[in-house]
């Protein structure tokens, strides 16, 4: 008796990055194909793109010195109960694990007009670790699957 | 991203903006937005149905555009946003700084309030 096995889905993908937004669009589009075959809820989808977005602006605009070609690599992996995410860069060191967001405002007027990226990340992980290794930045970030 | 300019009776500016408030897409509708919204400093509607998702630089224009409207005594209501995209507005406090509707009609009450 012949039977059929399922191929199983690619579970991680590598990509080499570099500053600019469209690095971004491409990075959705092949974390994009790489999550459809695992029927992600869309709460979850759309936290991961969160991550992707507002961590790699943060490392396009703040950790390299202007003029300097921006370069950073991203790891993703899909886990039996979470989906994981790593930045690696060599830019200047920042630990997003300590730094703390300003308080959410009651006005107007107390309201900052930047400053809320790291929150929405901190918002959508499960957990974040930082590393600073031989030079680089090494964040992972873990996102639960529901 | 893109952003539809119209005008609703009594001198009230509707924006539509549909697609991706990311980093690429504020930018992209960052100035014709404040040129239609704070430049004109009259009231402004802005409908988020068509946004799919929002960040923070989505986030930090539309502050800025309520600070600008502020300082020209001008109102400015958000309505329509999808679910996911008013969570990550009620994350950054939003509804504490720009009036939030979830209909056109709800909005239009906030600004003839």
Redesign the interface.
């Known amino acids: 008796m012949l039977t059929m096995e399922t191929p199983l889905a690619p579970t991680r993908l590598e990509l080499r990055l570099c500053g600019g937004?469209?690095a971004?669009?491409q990075a959705r589009e092949a974390v994009d194909a790489l999550l459809a075959p695992h029927a992600l809820p869309?709460?979850t989808l759309?936290r991961i793109?969160?991550v992707l977005?507002?961590l790699h602006?943060n490392i396009a605009r703040y950790a390299f010195a202007p003029g300097t070609e921006v370069q950073l690599g991203l790891v993703l992996e899909v886990r039996d109960d979470h989906v994981r995410i790593e930045f690696d860069d060599a830019g200047r060191a920042f630990d997003p694990t300590l730094a703390t967001p300003a308080p959410?405002?009651?006005?107007?007027e107390q309201?900052?007009?930047?400053?809320?990226?790291l929150?929405?990340v901190r918002?959508a992980a499960r957990s974040m670790s930082y590393t600073r290794r031989d030079g680089r930045n090494l964040l992972r970030v873990e996102i639960a699957r529901a | 991203m893109d952003i539809e300019i119209g005008e609703l009776p009594g001198g009230i500016t509707h924006i539509g903006l549909v697609g991706r408030l990311d980093a690429a897409g504020a930018e992209r509708v960052g100035t014709p937005f404040t040129a239609a919204v704070v430049a004109k400093a009259r009231p402004a509607l802005v409908d988020l149905a068509g946004v799919s998702f929002i960040a923070s630089m989505g986030l930090r224009l539309i502050i800025a555009t309520a600070k600008g409207m502020r300082g020209k005594g001008a109102a400015f209501v958000l309505y329509g946003a999808q679910p996911l995209v008013a969570e990550t507005l009620e994350q950054a406090a939003m509804g504490q700084i720009v009036p939030i509707a979830a209909t056109r009609a709800e909005a239009l009450a906030l600004l003839a309030g």
């Open positions: 937004a469209h971004v669009s869309a709460r759309y793109e969160l977005e507002e602006t959410l405002p009651d006005t107007l309201a900052t007009v930047g400053g809320h990226g929150r929405l918002n």
